[in-house]
């Protein structure tokens, strides 16, 4: 389901707590409920964002989409959205992250986030 470019970042939050983001870029190749998602909004490419030790974070990963127009974060059912700190750290690591696999998938160019509540597709 994902391509061959995941990656981690150790981050700090300001209260000195750290924990980890990490990306996985998707196949949109594929044929499952997160690439006919990704297809519905005409996206560009989607992926996976996964936290680990961050207090505040959503409990699942959350699924980004890249769009000809913006970037989309979408919450699994009922799950909370990154307070704002998290948020402003998701997207600095998102760019970075783009940065770093752009090499595998120009198409995404530079992240363009516009956080989402709705639900990930089952």
Partial sequence: MFRDAGREYDVSLRDGSRGKLGFALGDLALDNAFTRHAR????????????AGLPGAPERSMLWTQTPTDTAMTLADGDRQPDTELQHLIAKYLAMYFADIASIAP????????????????
């Fill in 40 to 51: 519905s909004l005409n996206a560009l490419g989607f992926g996976i964002i996964s936290f």
């Fill in 107 to 122: 198409e995404l160019g530079e992240p363009r986030i516009k956080p989402m509540d709705v639900p990930l597709p089952r």
